[in-house]
């Protein structure tokens, strides 16, 4: 019966508990929807409109979009890791184990987790290189190229701590190998070197280190970077359209060459 | 009769369209405003559709590849006992083949501190604002520092090996040969194209050609002790 939940969705969003959380209210004018952006703190980031250039694929190929939704998945699938895993040895390679044989849907999980991060560290790479050849790195936009480049190292050391926490052998020598990079850097380099790992080797401290990094402090710089990523597209102009001329100019209205003529 | 002005102004107001914006046009320049008329879509609810729709294919996309294909999980950590090759992340890759030819103070340190000032310099670097094609202007000065950086590089990489690197530097410098030496009107496209490319673009062009082929090298290429291996033989 599609009249009676049509009015039952109507009496709830009619409701004073519905209307006092969301203010905009349901019209579907320019108004109500213009609302429905600025009155949501999570949406408010983004403006009320957005060039109809900008929807079509080939302008931005959704690349920061894909990015944005690979993040997402991770966070849901990675949080739901965090209930089964354990940052320590040789726990942390059991658990691994138990992801796989044990825990329902656990190997899907942790594949899911594990190839949407590949994703994600590709689409950043691709997005960097979509945004340069469309030139939207441009004046006003420098700054949010420079917090994307920051994004772009976040998600790389987010991938790179993650690479650790399986305790397997793939991920403890690609660690050895990476961290021993560090220890290149003129004057302090072992001093980083021992700051990173918690030790002169990766050991239980690095799982540590690398866990807190990878499940706390790296997601919530980035979700701070993220937001402010977005919230500067609209702050520079909105998405970023190239100066070239549109293929096809709107003829202008008839309201408007009426007013001219007068 | 008094001097005509030195500036016309023109205003646009279109509630529906782009903001108001008001122009300033001085005597001697002939600038022209385009794309007066652009049309805008409402965020919610039409880019906001497009973007969760988008969203969703891609978790559609990952789901089913997850389901397919197992991440990789070797044996336990064992200290004692490298594997060979011991590689990083494929993402990585590309400056582990570096650092195959290069002290870790070059290859781990130097690079890519570079790479991220280049990057994050980029926006704030005149040259690429003019967007210009790099041999457009001052021809006979750019052609001189392009030969003249192009054969050092290539010297340069030869001289320390790192063949792998060669490649991706010939086919750009054969291109930015190809540019320099077509005019803006070239009937091929192709040239055209080429021509009216700047500085930022050939750099970024050849950035992302070596990061193509460094990481793919290291990724497919390399087996035992860093040696070079054929993917399809093992």
């Known amino acids: ?9 109507e009496q709830v969003e009619h409701s004073r508990v519905w209307r006092s959380i969301f203010r905009s209210g349901t019209g579907t004018s320019t108004l109500h929807r213009a609302l429905a952006i600025q009155q949501n703190v999570f949406l408010h980031l983004f403006s009320n409109k957005v060039r109809k250039r900008m929807l079509s694929v080939s302008s931005t190929w959704y690349l920061g979009t894909l990015t944005f939704g690979t993040f997402l998945i991770l966070i849901v699938t990675g949080v739901l890791l965090m209930l089964y895993y354990h940052p320590s040895v040789p726990q942390a390679y059991a658990d691994m184990k138990d992801l796989q044989f044990v825990v329902s849907s656990g190997l899907f999980l942790r594949n899911l987790h594990r190839w949407s991060a590949q994703a994600m560290v590709f689409l950043v790479f691709a997005h960097m290189f979509k945004v340069f050849y469309r030139g939207a790195y441009r004046a006003p936009r420098e700054f949010n190229w420079v917090i994307g480049v920051m994004l772009l190292l976040i998600t790389l050391l987010l991938s790179y701590t993650g690479y650790l926490l399986p305790w397997d052998q793939l991920a403890y020598w690609a660690i050895t190998v990476g961290s021993n990079i560090s220890s290149a850097v003129p004057l302090v380099g072992s001093k980083i070197h021992f700051l990173l790992l918690g030790g002169n080797q ?4 690095a799982l540590l280190r690398f866990y807190v990094l990878h ?14 990523h977005f919230w500067r597209i609209r702050k520079d102009g909105g998405l970023y359209v190239q ?8 003829a202008p209205d008839d309201a408007v060459l009426a007013k001219e003529a007068k | 009769m008094s001097d005509p002005k030195e500036f016309v102004a023109g205003i646009e107001s279109d509630q529906r369209r782009s903001p108001t914006r008001v122009v300033f ?5 002939s600038a022209q405003v385009k794309a007066t008329y652009e049309e805008q879509v409402q965020t919610y609810p039409e880019v906001l559709f497009r973007a969760v729709l988008a969203i969703e294919l891609l978790a559609i996309a990952l789901v089913v590849f997850s389901l397919l294909f197992n991440a990789p999980l070797e044996g336990i950590a064992d200290p004692s006992h490298t594997p060979n090759p011991a590689k990083a992340p494929w993402y990585f890759l590309g400056l582990q ?8 103070v070059v290859a781990g340190v130097l690079v890519p501190t570079l790479l991220i000032v280049s990057l994050v310099i980029i926006p704030y670097f005149n040259i690429n604002i003019e967007a210009d094609g790099l041999f457009l202007h001052h021809r006979r000065k750019r052609l001189q520092t392009f030969y003249l950086t192009a054969v050092g590089m290539l010297v340069f990489l030869v001289f320390f090996r790192v063949y792998v690197a060669v490649a991706p530097t010939l086919i750009v410098a054969i291109a930015m040969v190809i540019a320099a030496n077509s005019s803006p009107d070239s009937p091929v496209t192709f040239r055209r194209y080429l021509v009216a490319k700047p500085l930022a673009w050939w750099v970024m062009t050849w950035f992302l050609f070596e990061l193509i082929v460094l990481t793919a090298v290291g990724t497919f290429f390399r087996g035992p002790g860093w040696s070079w291996v054929l993917p399809w033989r093992s």
């Open chain 1, 243 to 250: 100066q070239s001329e549109p293929k096809k100019l709107a």
């Open chain 1, 202 to 205: 990766v050991n239980a401290n």
């Open chain 1, 1 to 9: 019966m599609p009249g009676k939940t049509d009015k039952l969705i």
């Open chain 2, 25 to 29: 046009v001085t005597r001697r320049t």
């Open chain 1, 215 to 228: 499940c706390v402090i790296l997601p919530l710089t980035a979700l701070l970077f993220v937001a402010v």
């Open chain 2, 97 to 104: 083949e570096l650092l195959h030819y290069f002290p870790p």
